[in-house]
């Protein structure tokens, strides 16, 4: 059973930093590639960024670029998520997410709230 555990959010003020945490379980992690999506209150959930398990090739939506940088330890089995300079725009549920052959598996998500 593939498990995927958030931790890490909470209040920031702008310009302030968090960082992110997903513990997973259940998978050989260092075979899976592993994103990070947002839902922001009243809104869609909407990708952020991913790391690539054959090479740790990061991606990033646009919005992020420049601020948020994903890392893994395979030895840990942890996704990371360190978000700089936020803004009041990046409130969200933050989640991360792996897929398998069409099998999605998702977080329950941690909260990050900016406030301004």
């Known amino acids: 059973q593939v498990q995927l555990v958030e931790s890490g959010g909470g209040l920031v003020q702008a310009g302030g930093s968090l960082r992110l945490s997903c513990a997973a379980s259940?998978?050989?992690?260092?075979?899976?590639?592993m994103g990070w999506f947002r839902q922001a209150p009243g809104k869609e959930r909407k990708f952020v960024g991913a790391?690539?398990?054959?090479?740790?090739?990061?991606y990033y939506t646009d919005s992020v670029k420049g601020r948020f940088t994903i890392s893994r330890d395979n030895a840990m089995t942890r996704v990371y998520l360190q978000m700089n300079s936020l803004q009041p725009e990046d409130t969200a549920v933050y989640s991360c997410n792996t897929n398998y052959y069409g099998t999605s598996w998702w977080g329950k998500g941690t909260l990050v709230t900016v406030s301004s």
């Open positions: 259940g998978l050989t992690f260092s075979s899976y590639t």
């Open positions: 790391i690539s398990w054959i090479d740790g090739i990061t």
